[in-house]
């Protein structure tokens, strides 16, 4: 699923990249940043850049919205099914961007009227990496590490950066993809292909694995790793 700013839309596809449908947003999501699903597909959540986070059904039906407290500038937004994760600035202080953990998130839906929704507070909050300076993307899986022992099953949490392509930052990095475990900590990092200069979404397999999805703004295209 891949949201879209521009026409306040989400766009589905299937896992073969087939087009399956366009849905929607509610008219206060009016500058979505990023959008997430649950394993099975049946609950999306679209973080705006408003700092509510906006609830729909499978059906993309709006189930209600809520306020992110303590957070600005958000860029994107993942789950696991249970908890969400947020990628975003600091309200009250420096201009860093942190990845921010709501316990239980996933079972808030909020209030459907026009009027001011429930807030709630982040868990924790992580520093992220110092060359991940300019994040844009985010999602939650797992991966498969082969160890001494065996093949292990990891939680973690990919964050992709483009602080090259901002305009007059002086930095010339290649766009990266950091990986950070759920306490905060940097599991690695690597360097997106050449042609994937504009990242922005970033996804992998629900399922497990190691295979990566990441959403291109420059060429509109979807990069798999």
């Not at 992110?68 to 990628?87: H, M, Q, R, S």
């Not at 602080?163 to 002086?170: E, F």
């Amino acid at each position: 699923t891949v949201v879209d700013q521009s026409d306040k839309k989400f766009y589905q596809y299937s896992s073969s990249y087939q087009f399956i449908r366009t849905v929607p947003l509610n008219s206060n999501n009016t500058v979505a940043q990023g959008v997430t699903s649950n394993p099975t597909g049946s609950r999306f959540w679209v973080i705006d850049n408003d700092k509510k986070v906006y609830v729909y059904d499978q059906n993309g039906g709006f189930l209600g919205r809520w306020q992110a407290n303590g957070i600005k500038n958000p860029e994107d937004i993942t789950t696991d099914g249970t908890n969400l994760w947020i990628v975003a600035k600091a309200s009250n202080n420096g201009n860093g961007y942190r990845l921010y953990y709501f316990q239980g998130g996933a079972s808030w839906t909020g209030s459907t009227g026009n009027g001011q929704p429930v807030s709630y507070s982040y868990t924790a909050t992580y520093t992220l990496n110092s060359s991940n300076q300019n994040p844009v993307g985010l999602t939650y899986g797992k991966r498969t590490v082969t160890t001494a022992n065996g093949p292990v099953v990891k939680e973690q949490l990919w964050v992709t950066d483009n602080t090259g392509c901002v305009s007059g930052n002086g930095n010339s990095a290649s766009p990266k993809v950091f990986m950070y475990n759920l306490s905060g900590n940097t599991d690695g990092q690597w360097t997106l292909d050449s042609g994937n200069t504009t990242p922005m979404g970033i996804t992998v397999n629900p399922a497990g694995g190691n295979d990566m999805w990441v959403v291109d703004r420059h060429d509109s295209k979807i990069y798999y790793y």
